[in-house]
């Protein structure tokens, strides 16, 4: 962990494959909805719409932006599994957390489509083998070429990126 608002679990470095950081990767995937929940307990309105750091985006936005990001991960998986170095499609983040939605839909809405896409997702690559941990997708924006390992550990790290900023907000509030 460190004092960093905007990381403050630190940046994603990627690491080579094991068994015991796979486990520990996909159960943090499994997990990640009962944290999101528990993060946000009993936060009133004024709450949510408290930035997480000055220019940062709103507990709601990030609760949003979680699930449509991980909308968009379940979904480059599901291509790199069956399709050989896919495109993926790059979307504008901060783009997408100023849309009419974010402001007004419950963030329940989106703790709620966590839960279940986080369980098609896990049951989806829980017993993958190392082959397929090897598979990859493009991203054009980035020219590059992404395994599904790298990217399960990019999206482990994500979720509990956004967790942390939502818990360090509150511990700095006092909420």
Known sequence: ???DLKYPIGKFVPEPFSHEQKEKWLLELKFLPDDVEHAILNLDAPQLDTPYREGGWTVRQLVHHIADSHMNAYIRFRLGLTENNPNIKPYEEQEWAKLNDTAIVPVN???????????????????????????????PALNKNISLWELLGMYAWHGKHHVKHI?????????
């Open 167 to 175: 818990t360090a907000l509150r511990e700095r509030k006092g909420w």
């Open 109 to 139: 809405v989106s703790t709620t489509l966590l839960h279940c896409l986080h369980q098609r997702w896990f049951a989806c690559i829980k017993d993958l083998t190392e082959d397929q941990w090897e598979r990859t997708v493009h991203h």
């Open 1 to 3: 962990m460190t004092d």
